[in-house]
């Protein structure tokens, strides 16, 4: 007997028993499909990550000041000093100061996100205007009220007006825009172009923030970077007396960070996802051992007129892996579809990840070679008279 | 085309040992239409079983078409049935899910004979039992006695020179009955070796010799005239 033989009648049996099959083939489906959208959400979402820690620019250092275990405090001006001093190895420092703010043009608001800053940003966060001009040095030392707009911002308060000179409120106090930020990717809510940026004087003052805590330092070049840290680093600790009141970080810790995050994330979703395409081959091996005991006339028939042990074998496993192949083919078509349903709803860019689809499809099927291989032994060993005598 | 040489099978049961056959020796020459015949628990069925090559003896030697089977492992023994045996049991044993020329087709399938020529094979055994116009029937769709020629079609399709009839019309009327066992009989004009196994005196008269088995011995062998 040949595969293909074996093949036409196990894919007779399972058209024979429609619902039957259908529920077995439900739980390599659902394992299939969900290893497939967990793998593809979560790797969406690291891609977004990474794709927004690039747009912060390279040669990027990242300062917080906690100011946890010291009185002592360090201002703006410290650090500009001390960038001064370092030219060598420092480009520029922008001060950072933020906080969630509602901006109104007419009779239209939205709630978005403000960052106060200086005329460094621009570059240190490789930040593009689109229209107008960006900060400048004398907006930040008269504490203007001057503010930048991001696309999302710009779609919003003045669909195709020209943004550019209008006022806008910023919770209640009157701002002129003097700049569009270049989009840094689809303009959406939940995107980095839903924000403002103002002179980081005023934003202290708007926020009620007297102290600033963050900073962007952008090093000379990239291979300063590490130096730039050092000299930093001790530069804080001479102030500070101590190494838990600051952190400082640059933009590759922070990539390997987050990719070490999802990396682990995404395994261990897809490995619950993985439980579930188990579960799913313990359902088809119950199936086929019921399928067994049922057909024990059957297979005795088949053994009396000439079927081999082999024959008996080939025909029961082919049939447990026709089931889990359809519920794997089924799986991956759903979690295609379900991969964009859910990534949209989540405004997460996923898109089905091939390796997740060809792994878990190549699970599926040794699950059901796995899982269908016992009960199919078991039928091959029955007994041909024993097996004609069951009613 | 039959020997069988002092055959014994012993079945086990805790302490107690069964001897269903207790040393039975017969012969069966080629084109001959022999009937078994015994009360139900004479060893009857295990002598079948036997001469189907379906089990092997505790002992005993066994000639079927002049090789000695008794002591083959279980493919070979599958693969002994597929070619030399022809199976008529007396509940059909048809597959009911398929038609009856798939069921026809079965044993050409395990044969390994290519499609076509196992079609040919399948419509001309079905033709020759009378349903060539059935055959994409399901066996549900057959009477008893069709059913029970379709099982006769199956145990033709392959062509093996023995037939094994284990009372073929134990589950029709008289009349359906009648045309098997004429069957059996033209079957048996056309060269085929015939092993008939009844309880009943009637139909095992009509065999050419009978062999009256009882508690697992041959008690009778009869020559009919």
């Known amino acids: 007997m040949n595969w293909i033989q074996a093949l036409k009648m196990a894919l007779k049996s399972i058209a024979s028993n429609k619902i039957r099959s259908a529920l077995t083939m439900l739980g390599i489906i659902i394992g299939v499909c969900s290893v497939i959208i967990m793998v593809s959400i979560v790797e969406g979402n690291t891609k977004q990550i990474t794709e927004r820690l690039k747009n912060m620019g390279t040669n990027l250092i990242n300062l917080n ?68 001009r960006f900060l400048n040095a004398l907006d930040v030392e008269r504490r203007q009220k001057v503010v930048l707009i991001g696309t999302y911002i710009e779609k919003e308060l003045f669909d195709s007006m020209d943004a550019i000179g209008q006022q806008i409120k910023i919770n209640g106090d009157i701002y002129t825009v003097v700049g569009v930020l270049e989009a840094k990717s689809n303009s959406s809510e939940g995107s980095e172009d839903n924000k403002v940026i103002i002179p980081y004087t005023t934003a202290k003052r708007l926020l009620r923030n007297a102290i600033v805590r963050s900073y962007s330092i952008q090093a000379k070049t990239p291979e300063t970077v590490n130096a730039a840290m050092k000299a930093l680093e001790s530069f804080l600790y001479k102030t500070f007396n101590n190494d838990s009141s600051y952190r400082v970080f640059n933009q590759a810790d922070m990539l390997e960070q987050v ?72 799986g991956v078509i759903l979690g295609i579809v379900l991969t964009g349903v859910v990534g949209k709803a989540m405004s997460i860019p996923a898109s089905p990840s091939i390796i997740s689809m060809i792994i878990s499809f190549s699970f599926s099927v040794f699950v059901g070679v796995f899982f269908g291989y016992y009960p199919a032994s078991k039928a091959s060993k029955l007994n041909p008279i024993q097996a004609l005598r069951v009613e | ?61 066994y000639y079927l078409d002049g090789r000695e089977v008794s002591k083959l492992k279980d493919d070979e023994l599958a693969e002994i049935r597929n070619r030399k045996i022809g ?20 044993p050409l399938i395990y044969m390994g004979i290519g499609k076509k020529e196992r079609h040919r094979l399948a419509v001309e055994a079905l033709e020759r039992v009378g349903l060539g116009d059935r055959i994409h029937h399901r066996p549900s769709e057959l009477s008893g006695g069709q059913q029970q020629r379709v099982a006769i079609a199956r145990a033709l399709a392959s062509k093996p020179p023995l037939i ?20 059996l009989h033209e079957l048996h004009e056309s060269g085929k070796t015939i092993v008939l196994i ?7 008269k009509q065999a050419q010799r009978i062999i009256r088995i009882q508690d697992g011995k041959i008690i009778e062998e009869n020559e009919v005239a």
């Open chain 2, 87 to 106: 199976f008529i049991f007396q509940v059909y044993n048809l597959l009911p899910k398929i038609t009856a020329i798939e069921n026809v087709e079965l």
């Open chain 1, 65 to 132: 000041i906690i100011g946890r275990g010291s009185t002592r405090r360090i201002s703006e001006s410290d650090l500009f000093k001390f960038a001064e001093e370092n030219s060598d190895l420092i480009e520029c420092v922008a001060p950072s100061v933020s906080g969630s703010v509602t901006v109104k043009a007419g009779n239209k608001n939205v709630t978005t996100s403000l960052e106060g800053t200086n005329e460094a940003y621009e570059s240190v966060r490789n930040t593009k205007v689109e229209k107008g």
């Open chain 1, 259 to 330: 990719n070490e995050m999802t990396q682990s994330l995404s395994l261990m979703l897809g490995g619950i996802a993985g439980i579930s395409l188990i579960v799913g081959g313990i359902g088809i091996m119950n199936i086929m051992l019921v399928s067994v005991t049922e057909r024990t006339r059957e297979i005795g028939i088949r053994k009396a007129i000439g079927a081999k042990r082999r024959d008996i074998l080939t025909q029961f496993l082919i049939e447990a892996i026709v089931v889990s192949c359809i519920g794997g083919m089924v």
């Open chain 2, 198 to 204: 009844t309880h009943d005196n009637n139909l095992a």
């Open chain 2, 164 to 183: 094994l009839a284990d009372e073929p019309t134990g589950a029709l009327d008289s009349k359906s009955g009648s045309e098997i066992m004429k069957m």
């Open chain 2, 1 to 61: 085309m039959i020997r069988i040489n002092n055959m014994y099978k012993i079945y086990r049961m805790g302490p107690n040992e069964v001897r269903a056959l207790n040393g039975v020796s017969f012969h069966v020459k080629p084109n001959e239409f022999v009937s078994i015949i015994g009360p139900s628990g004479s060893g009857k069925s295990t002598l079948m079983n036997m001469i189907g090559c379906l089990d092997t003896p505790t002992s005993g030697e």
